[in-house]
């Protein structure tokens, strides 16, 4: 008999241990999560806009590509991407190009590499007026995750400035698009 009465003790005291150790818990904050927050992934159609609103009347491409023209003017497929804006102006005498692409899983750096190939045509093998040539220079490829744009945007208030100050000019003025993509990521 004296064995389940040492159990029954054992159990007490076992029992009592816990629930004191329970008492004496303090509350503590659930794990901090490592879970990384998600990239912003904001519509073509609202980046567009944003761009457009930077220049105002001074937005000059109008004119739409569709899938087939996007192809073979930057070599870019309808299966790598799964939505796409691309503009250019009416006359070609102007050069301004808005390129906006929402990429595929696993496209991002094609799209990239094609319209780096684009820019590097444009910039070195293409017959341009040498008004639009600072304006090609100061052209940017931007990549915001799946995103990846082309911008050759803006303008200049002295067109009659040396050449390296119509390059620095036109750098600013298509920053001004630059920024406005960077920031509907934010």
């Known amino acids: 008999m004296k064995k389940p009465r040492k ?23 659930p794990p901090t999560s490592t879970v990384q927050e998600q990239a912003k992934e904001p519509a073509l159609s609202d980046i567009h806009e944003a761009v457009k609103a930077v220049y105002g009347e ?14 073979s003017v ?6 790598m991407y799964e939505e796409a804006i691309a503009e250019v102006p009416l006359m070609s ?5 808005f390129l906006a692409f929402k990429a595929k899983e696993g496209q ?11 820019r590097d045509y444009l910039i070195n093998d ?3 007026y040498p ?8 052209s940017q490829i931007v990549r915001e995750g799946n995103y990846v744009f082309f ?3 803006g303008m200049v208030e002295n067109d009659m400035a040396d050449e390296d100050e119509l390059l620095k000019q036109f750098q600013e003025s298509n920053q001004l698009a630059v920024d406005a993509v960077k920031k509907q990521f934010e």
């Open 7 to 29: 159990l029954k003790i054992l159990f007490c005291v076992v029992a009592a241990v816990m629930a004191i150790t329970a008492c004496g818990k303090k509350n503590e904050e």
């Open 58 to 71: 001074n937005y000059i491409p109008s004119e739409n590509l569709d899938a087939t023209a996007i192809q």
């Open 74 to 79: 930057y070599g870019i497929s309808e299966d």
């Open 93 to 97: 005498v102007h050069v301004d190009t």
């Open 108 to 118: 991002a750096d094609a799209i990239e590499e094609k319209l780096t190939e684009y």
């Open 126 to 128: 293409s017959m341009q």
């Open 131 to 138: 008004m639009n040539v600072p304006k090609i220079n100061a």
């Open 151 to 153: 911008i050759q945007l």
